[in-house]
């Protein structure tokens, strides 16, 4: 397991539940809108309960080249079971997968940023390139 600043954690998601997984095409056209999908547990399930569930899952994109990192979406989960009967009572729950549209002019990195209630912060990345 690799801690990324002390603040992030990272690893294989294929061996570890908590890694965000991002789906999307290894090459896009340029300004042409690609989806990409993110959610994690695809090898092996996170629970989704009340105690224990996927709070928030968060998209970036950094150009190659540029200083800065674009934030392109935030997915908040937030319903995890619980209801006035108590934890896992009410049966409603949103799954920790997200679904986006987004285009670039420009290659570069996709990282995807998932937070855990009880395990923390888990982030990964997948790299893109443009065909004109
Ligand atoms: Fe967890």
Not at 32 to 41: A, R
Not at 107 to 124: F, R
């Amino acid at each position: 397991m690799k801690q990324i600043g002390g603040l992030f954690q990272a690893a294989d998601w294929k061996t570890e539940k908590h890694v965000p997984v991002i789906d999307c095409p290894d090459q896009v056209k340029a300004g042409e809108f690609f989806p990409v999908k993110v959610t994690l547990g695809k090898e092996i399930a996170h629970p989704n309960t009340t105690e224990h569930h996927i709070r928030w899952i968060s998209v970036y994109f950094h150009p190659d080249g540029e200083k800065f990192t674009y934030q392109i979406g935030h997915f908040e989960f937030a319903a995890h079971g619980e209801s006035v009967e108590g934890p896992d009572k009410s049966s409603i729950y949103t799954h920790h997968e997200v679904g986006l549209s987004m285009k670039t002019g420009k290659p570069g990195v996709i990282y995807a940023a998932a937070l855990c209630n009880i395990h923390g912060l888990w982030q990964s990345q997948k790299e893109i390139t443009v065909s004109k």
